[in-house]
């Protein structure tokens, strides 16, 4: 399933939620994101993975592991997933096996 959302979409109000909302493990490393769309990019991303995860019936404080290469992965996820964005554009795809997009 692939999920695409559009950033000018969302109010200033969300991304200030979402920071709260994403894995404890991104928000460091977004947090110091210099590039505004950029970090909004990225936490709408986490924010929409977070949902699924929710959605899927798992925790969404669970911890966010990193395979060699740097691929981000839950343990307990049932499902693999993917993040990318493009201009004002943020992609989710998950598949119930490892995905790209």
Known sequence: MIYLAQCSAFSPAFFDA???WIPREKRAPIAAIRHEQTRRQSLLGWSMLTLMRAKAG???DAPLRFAEGKKPFFDDAG???NLSHSGDFVCLAVDDAPIGV
Request: proline share 11%.
């Open 18 to 20: 979402a920071a709260q």
């Open 58 to 60: 798992k925790p969404t």
């Open 79 to 81: 499902f693999h997933f």
